[in-house]
């Protein structure tokens, strides 16, 4: 069993940043994948980002160039930096960890709106 802790998210003006966190029970070296997903009111749930073995990231296509994903390895934490936000950022972010066994763990989602 993998617990998720998230932190970070609120609201913030277009053109902003945030930077959401999520702390593992377990190290990452235990982990195949950590990553966000997001999910916006009437859609599905769609890849932020994610970082596997030797640091490889994944970016949606929509953020990349914008967010970046980082591992802190002594703290089991993950990190996305959400630079130039934009309305359409607006949804719940889900931390997600990966086992080597393809069991998928979830966070209980944090709220990111983006509005003036």
């Known amino acids: 069993q993998v617990q998720l802790a998230e932190s970070g998210g609120g609201l913030a003006q277009p053109g902003g940043s945030l930077t959401l966190s999520c702390t593992a029970s377990k190290p990452f070296v235990t982990l195949n994948r950590m990553g966000w997903y997001r999910q916006a009111p009437g859609k599905q749930r769609e890849l932020v980002a994610s970082?596997?073995?030797?640091?490889?990231?994944t970016y949606g296509d929509s953020v990349q160039g914008r967010f970046t994903i980082s591992i802190d390895n002594p703290r089991n934490t993950v990190s996305l930096q959400m630079n130039s936000l934009k309305p359409e950022d607006t949804a719940v972010y889900y931390c997600?960890?990966?086992?080597?066994?393809?069991?998928?763990?979830w966070g209980q989602g944090t709220l990111v709106t983006v509005s003036s």
């Open positions: 997600s960890a990966s086992t080597w066994t393809g069991t998928d763990y």
């Open positions: 970082i596997g073995p030797g640091g490889i990231t």
